[in-house]
T-cell receptor, first 115, second 112 residues
Framework: GQQLNQSPQSMFIQEGEDVSMNCTSS?????WLWYKQEPGEGPVLLIA?????ELTSNGRLTAQFGITRKDSFLNISASIPSDVGIYFC???????????????FGKGTLLTVNP | SQTIHQWPATLVQPVGSPLSLECTVE??????LYWYRQAAGRGLQLLFY??????ISSEVPQNLSASRPQDRQFILSSKKLLLSDSGFYLC???????????FGDGTRLSIL
């Protein structure tokens, strides 16, 4: 089955630093999603990418859909303490058919920001 | 706007007891609904999904079952809980195959 490799597994940074994390896949997706999860809560959608090469920003967050459709990255600029959490990537193949309801998730990047 | 509610937020149950977790979505109709389990190791495992009332697809054979008695209601159940059923259970919805999934706040289930 499809697998996502998300890296790094964890990051410890100082407030104000930029952050970069990425996901790579053994097969292609036509949608990439990035979620953030805080302790005791469900994942919250940050950015959705639908087209190869697409670069999308949401405030200090920027994500890109790789040209090969097998990878995506998320950047956070000028980190602040409230950026702390686990960031998940997810790949999806939109379309008809039973298997297309599934998201394939990475294992997450745990981000710690020291004030 | 659409909202998703899960309850209870936390639950402590003895081994062998039954389980019922509920999820409802507001502000939309005919959503796709999903149940996930998240283990301590962070990965999200899809348990069940539903594309309509009474329609349930199971992804992983196990001690759990799901039902969708109403359009915007999704229930996760068990007749007899096992220790291995402990975890963080998340409900999610989307409005179609070309839309991203949105998650509820989860239920922390501990089995004693």
């Amino acid at each position: 089955g499809q697998q996502l490799n998300q890296s790094p597994q964890s990051m410890f940074i100082q407030e104000g630093e930029d952050v970069s994390m990425n996901c790579t896949s053994s097969s292609i997706f036509n949608t990439w999603l990035w979620y953030k999860q805080e302790p005791g809560e469900g994942p919250v959608l940050l950015i959705a990418l639908y087209k190869a090469g697409e670069l999308t920003s949401n405030g200090r967050l920027t994500a890109q859909f790789g040209i090969t459709r097998k990878d995506s990255f998320l950047n956070i600029s000028a980190s602040i303490p409230s950026d702390v959490g686990i960031y998940f990537c997810a790949g999806h193949n939109r379309g008809s058919g039973g298997s297309n309801y599934k998201l394939t998730f990475g294992k997450g990047t745990l981000l710690t920001v020291n004030p | 706007s659409q909202t998703i509610h899960q309850w209870p937020a936390t639950l402590v149950q003895p081994v062998g007891s039954p389980l019922s977790l509920e999820c409802t979505v507001e502000g939309t109709s005919n959503p796709n609904l999903y149940w996930y389990r998240q283990a301590a190791g962070r990965g999200l495992q899809l348990l069940f999904y539903s594309v309509g009332i009474g329609q349930i697809s199971s992804e992983v054979p196990q001690n759990l079952s799901a039902s969708r008695p109403q359009d915007r209601q999704f229930i996760l159940s068990s007749k007899k809980l096992l220790l291995s059923d402990s975890g963080f259970y998340l409900c999610a919805w989307d409005q179609g195959l070309d839309q991203p999934q949105h998650f509820g706040d989860g239920t922390r289930l501990s089995i004693l």
